[in-house]
């Protein structure tokens, strides 16, 4: 993986005030941010092979964070888009509580990317003041730089 994962990000695929009670709703909301990226070679199958990969298991990291993902030809290079629901959403068969959603492409050629920003995402969001940041940050401008700033302190 080539990059921070907040080199990932662009505020135009950030989505900060999602109101929703169902997943199915908010992945589709918020992984049609990707709609349109160049990097995205074809959308809809991208998004039904996410659709089918959420299906087979959680995708809850716990700490309210859920990153659903699909490895998938139809993808350039790794495409993120982000989602937050700030009253929460339950969001696996435990009920799990998520308020941040990472919803993550990477190319299937690549699966060393898919897991070097699973594990870069896992320790930028362990600690609860970093999470607090993240969901306190009023624009996606400030989401980006607050997840930059953990990167930087993390020497990530």
Do not use: W
Request: charged share 25%.
């Amino acid at each position: 993986m080539a990059g921070r994962i907040s080199s990932l990000l662009h505020p135009s695929r950030i989505a900060l005030h999602l109101k929703g009670t169902q997943r199915s709703i908010m992945l589709r909301d918020i992984a049609r941010l990707l709609d349109g990226n160049p990097d995205v070679t074809n959308f809809a199958v991208f998004y039904d092979e996410l659709l089918a990969r959420d299906r087979l298991d959680t995708t809850c990291l716990g700490n309210g964070v859920a990153l659903p993902h699909a490895r998938t030809e139809h993808v350039k290079k790794i495409v993120m888009a982000v989602g937050r629901c700030d009253a929460g959403l339950p969001f696996d068969d435990k009920s799990e509580i998520v308020k941040l959603i990472f919803v993550l492409g990477t190319p299937k050629s690549k699966p060393g990317d898919y897991l070097a920003v699973v594990s870069a995402l896992c320790k930028l969001l362990r600690d609860p003041a970093d999470r607090a940041a993240l969901l306190a940050a009023p624009t996606p401008e400030a989401f980006i730089a607050a997840l930059a700033a953990v990167e930087l302190r993390l020497g990530l």
